[in-house]
């Protein structure tokens, strides 16, 4: 077999693994056996409470992760640049503040999160697109105005923590990422819009090939690169902006994970999405599971724990764009 295949289905047996171990380790503690068992009878309390506390963590931190990693691959095909990340550039804070908003002015509004949080996230990249461009996408100027943009959205999002106790269980909802207390209700959530995310990604995977061509290339083989990058985009802030109405703000997966997958799988979107997704979800679930079982019975927040992997990761990234680009 390849080693495209093979990256795959290590990736496969390494995330079933990780599932297992997170789903029968935590305060309590169940085996194999007594977790199979309970989830086929219903009638033991131990694995009951494991089917409606982790079990939801579980599934919302593959899916974030999935879509989180989807939506940088995307986001790096589009703008053509390796440090394009929903979290770095923006989207996910801008996300956040939007849906933040609105379901604090209409809680009844639940389900609907993530479709403010999709406003949010548009109005986030247009942003970052309007500013940086300049006769061109340069990266460094684009990741810089994403920065700026992250940071406006980040700071009016926390401005919401002085507004008295009515707004805090909505704040700590969609600007922490502990992914505790998560419900079946956020499950169908995240399954229902990232589920449609990732479809859609994996439909336009030809477009991203196309894109990494020069665009005057493109065009020259009869191919619409403006409508093109405007889908494209579409559907990657539909996805960060899932991921961040349920899981919240988390950053660098998109940065991380496409790089280390077209190492293992090379460039061809055909390969590189579905392998990224399922990578994603592999290391926002170890994550979470790292935070969880470590210091318990306290938790580090998956986002702390990716910044602190992302963060050094960025730093060599800008470096070596850096000298690509020389300026």
Known sequence: MSRKVWSIIIVMVLLIGVILYSAMTGSLKVNLSQLVAGLWTGTDEQVNVVKDLRLPRIIVAVMAGAALAVAGVLLQAVMKNPLADAGVIGISSGA??????????FPMLYFWMPF???IGGALACLMVYGFSWKSGLHPIRLILIGVAVNAIFS???????????YAITSINQVTTS??????WVDVEIITTYGGIGLILAMLVFSWCNFLSL??????NLGFNVTRARLLISVIAVLLAATATAIAGVIAFIGLLVPHCARYLVGSDHKWLIPFSALCGGLLLLLAD??????????EIPASIIMAVIGGPFLIFLIRKADRTYGH
């Open 96 to 105: 956040a503040l939007i849906s933040l908003i609105a379901v604090t002015i």
């Open 116 to 118: 403010f949080s999709f």
């Open 155 to 165: 700071g009016l999002g926390q401005s919401f923590n002085y507004r008295g106790s």
């Open 178 to 183: 502990t992914l505790s207390m998560k419900k």
């Open 214 to 219: 020069q665009d005057k290339t493109a065009k």
């Open 289 to 298: 599971t790292l935070g969880r079982t470590v210091l318990a019975p306290n």
